[in-house]
């Protein structure tokens, strides 16, 4: 199967930056989009940030122009530069995967375990 873990996240200052990484791992036979999503106390899990295999980014209304999502094919990582944070962009980060596994006919969304990032004000 596929396995997918994050870092990066961490306690930030408002205005500060994070970059969140996120390494596929596994019997991958293929990767399709990628991207982040969040989970704040409380709240509904919102899409943060999407990439295409191709390249092709779209980004949540509230984060555009301060973050940008970026992939390494060969590393089959997805990375999520976070610039200008905010309190509100406290929350719990998770990224996602459709992926094809080795032994699979179909592509399959797949999920991290998460990482927390906290913003201060």
């Known amino acids: 199967q596929v396995q997918l873990v994050e870092s990066g996240g961490g306690l930030v200052q408002a205005g500060g930056s994070l970059r969140l990484s996120c390494a596929a791992s596994?019997?991958?036979?293929?990767?399709?989009?990628m991207g982040w999503y969040r989970q704040a106390p409380g709240k509904q899990r919102e899409l943060v940030a999407i990439?295409?295999?191709?390249?092709?980014?779209s980004y949540e209304d509230s984060v555009k122009g301060r973050f940008t999502a970026s992939r390494d094919n060969a590393k089959n990582t997805v990375y999520l530069q976070m610039s200008s944070l905010k309190p509100e962009d406290t929350a719990v980060y998770s990224c996602?995967?459709?992926?094809?596994?080795?032994?699979?006919?179909?592509?399959?969304?797949?999920w991290g375990q998460g990482t927390q990032v906290t913003v201060s004000a």
């Open positions: 596994g019997s991958i036979f293929s990767l399709n989009g």
């Open positions: 990439i295409t295999s191709g390249d092709r980014t």
């Open positions: 996602y995967a459709a992926a094809k596994a080795s032994n699979s006919r179909s592509y399959e969304a797949y």
